[in-house]
T-cell receptor, first 113, second 113 residues
Framework: GENVEQHPSTLSVQEGDSAVIKCTYS??????FPWYKQELGKGPQLIID???NVGEKKDQRIAVTLNKTAKHFSLHITETQPEDSAVYFCAALPGGSNYQLIWGAGTKLIIKP | EAQVTQNPRYLITVTGKKLTVTCSQN?????MSWYRQDPGLGLRQIYYSMNVEVTDKGDVPEGYKVSRKEKRNFPLILESPSPNQTSLYFC????????????FGDGTRLSIL
């Protein structure tokens, strides 16, 4: 079955710098890749997603890239701000099932002032 | 306000004492699911429901039950809780399936002594 690995588990960056979180997946038929942000005491919230027919997607300071050949996708946050501090999860939707997302283990992003 | 509401938010109980965690959504979503979140393991799906009276097992269903008698409600039942079910639980919903944004509740922290 599908397996999603997420790295790093913790990322500390200076405010204003960029942050990159990477996920790899195993099922080449996976077709939907969302990223969620989880703030302390809250549930995860979708911040950006990408489908397998697209290579890159941007939304202001956030972007996601997908490399289907290498089976990895990455979250890029530019000009980081204190409110970006959170846990970020990637996920992949395996081919053949729309009902079970497979999640990465999460990355704790720390923005240093 | 569109939301997913879980109750209780926190519960400490003892082994073997049946408990129910309620989940309600006000967005008329067809799809609902339950996850547990444990450090280093990300989110693991327990059960999901595609619509009223239609449920299926996720990755870690052992020791849990669910029901979907109404579209808005999806309770999680632990008939005989054990310490290994101590975890942070999230309910989520979406319009149809996991191919769309999931809306999460704020979580229920369960401690089974």
């Amino acid at each position: 079955g599908e397996n999603v690995e997420q790295h790093p588990s913790t990322l500390s960056v200076q405010e204003g710098d960029s942050a990159v979180i990477k996920c790899t997946y195993s099922d080449s038929a996976s077709n939907y890749f969302p990223w969620y942000k989880q703030e302390l005491g809250k549930g995860p919230q979708l911040i950006i997603d990408i489908r397998s027919n697209v290579g890159e997607k941007k939304d202001q300071r956030i972007a996601v890239t997908l490399n289907k050949t290498a089976k990895h996708f990455s979250l890029h946050i530019t000009e980081t701000q204190p409110e970006d501090s959170a846990v970020y999860f990637c996920a992949a939707l395996p081919g053949g099932s729309n009902y079970q997302l497979i999640w990465g283990a999460g990355t704790k992003l720390i923005i240093k002032p | 306000e569109a939301q997913v509401t879980q109750n209780p938010r926190y519960l400490i109980t003892v082994t073997g004492k049946k408990l129910t965690v309620t989940c309600s959504q006000n967005m008329n979503h067809e799809y609902m699911s339950w996850y547990r979140q444990d450090p280093g393991l990300g989110l693991r799906q327990i059960y999901y429901s595609m619509n009223v009276e239609v449920t299926d097992k996720g990755d870690v269903p052992e020791g849990y039950k669910v029901s979907r008698k109404e579209k808005r409600n999806f309770p999680l039942i632990l008939e005989s809780p054990s310490p290994n079910q101590t975890s942070l639980y999230f309910c989520a919903s979406s319009f149809r399936d996991n191919n769309q944004p999931q809306h999460f509740g704020d979580g229920t922290r369960l401690s089974i002594l």
